[in-house]
């Protein structure tokens, strides 16, 4: 099974009403949920060595669900031009700002800020000699 940095309970709480939810499947959901997590690791990868992230912040999974919510709302459900799922492009919007700033270091997910650059050896050192 794919990661996933959300599941479907978490596109109600990025704004997806009941009626919109009802109006995509299971198995919409979550491939949307899946490729946004995808999108996600993209730009984590150039940060972060080891991936998919076996724990990760809200902030991770809120950035996930608005970028599914967005492929759901402007996909299968169709995009409303009148201006009532503007909220969920500029959401969209947002969590892509947000990625790229993780990806260029400016934003750093809080489990994980102290997490060894690439390329960098862990060094154990001790004053007492151990005999190896």
Same mark, same amino acid.
């Given at each position: +099974?794919?990661?996933?940095?959300?599941?479907?309970?978490?596109l109600a709480q990025v704004g997806m009403s009941a009626k919109q939810l009802t109006l995509v499947s299971t198995d919409q959901k979550t491939a949307a949920?899946?490729?946004?997590?995808?999108?996600?690791d993209g730009y984590l990868a150039s940060q972060y060595d080891s991936l998919p992230l076996t724990t990760w912040p809200e902030s991770?999974?809120?950035c996930v669900a608005r970028l599914a919510a967005w492929t759901l709302i402007s996909g299968p459900i169709g995009f409303n031009p009148d201006g009532s799922h503007e909220v969920f492009l500029e959401n *969209?919007? *947002?969590? +892509?700002?947000?990625? *790229?700033?993780?990806?260029?270091?400016?934003?750093?997910? %809080?489990k994980y800020s102290a997490a060894p650059a690439r390329g960098v050896t %862990?060094?154990?050192?001790?004053?007492?000699?151990r005999g190896f």
């Open positions: +099974m794919a990661t996933q940095y959300a599941d479907a309970t978490d949920l899946v490729a946004a997590s995808s999108v996600a991770l999974r809120t *969209q919007k *947002q969590a +892509m700002r947000w990625l *790229q700033d993780v990806s260029n270091g400016r934003v750093h997910l %809080p %862990p060094t154990v050192v001790s004053d007492t000699s």
